[in-house]
């Protein structure tokens, strides 16, 4: 084939961003680079001789259902890159770092919510990629039920949530081949018990409380990159 056959894809990517009040590094890192992150990944695919045929973000913003209420997730489209580059920008720099109450989030549902996006299933390669910032541990599935804003249709359980990201047995939500799942969460129960079980899955550990002040932008396209 030669050193100049290069592989195309489709990717579709959907940003978990837990926006309670300790996330403001993130959420500023996501904020600054929003307009120039489809040119940052073409070029560090150009590197792996990959190519990105179509690129698509959809943003996911959670919190807390008791504490938070209405604003405890709210959720995006996917925006068609880079046509809708200031779209997204616009979307990204409406989140504000609020809220909370308790340390555990509903970073579980949040997940869900994504796991069941309206995934590309054109082209012959694509990948399905989630990629979860938080700073905090998850409440378990279903601890919000109560409020009148939780979701009618969600995963009533992490067993259920496991069968929605589905296994090389089991078809779930997600295309098993292009499926990626990349965690910037810390080593704690919810999280540890994904990266420990799940197939697919990248987990960085952060420091719980600590607002991910660690991670930076380099990073990030980094680990997205090297998913591709």
């Known amino acids: ?22 996330m403001d590094n993130v959420i500023n890192i996501v ?14 695919m ?22 938070d209420k209405e604003n405890a997730m709210l959720s995006t489209r996917f925006f068609n890159l880079p046509e809708e580059n200031d779209k997204l920008k616009k979307t990204v720099n409406s989140i504000v770092a609020f809220g909370g109450g308790d340390e555990p989030e509903d970073g579980l549902e949040a997940l869900a919510y994504a796991m069941r996006s309206d995934w590309d299933t054109e082209g012959m390669k ?14 378990p599935l279903g601890f919000g039920a109560s409020m009148p804003n939780y ?34 969460t810390p080593d704690q129960e919810g999280w540890s018990t994904i990266s420990d079980n799940w197939e697919n899955v990248i987990h960085f550990p952060s420091e719980a409380g600590n607002g991910l002040n660690d991670v930076n932008y380099e990073q990030i396209i980094d680990s997205i990159a090297n998913t591709i």
């Open 151 to 184: 979701p009618k249709n969600m995963a009533k359980n992490f067993n259920e949530l496991t069968a929605w990201w589905g296994s090389q047995q089991s078809a779930g939500y997600m295309d098993y081949h292009a499926k990626r799942l990349i965690l910037f």
């Open 1 to 22: 084939m030669g050193s100049n056959y290069k592989i195309t894809y489709n990717v579709d990517l959907v940003f978990c961003i837990d926006a309670t009040a300790s």
């Open 126 to 139: 694509r990948r399905q990629v989630i990629v979860v910032w938080s700073d905090a541990a998850t409440h």
């Open 46 to 67: 150009e590197k792996k001789h990959k190519v990105i045929n179509r690129m698509r973000i959809r943003v996911i913003a959670f919190r807390d259902y008791i504490a």
């Open 31 to 44: 904020k600054r680079n929003a307009i120039n992150f489809y040119s940052d990944v073409i070029a560090a």
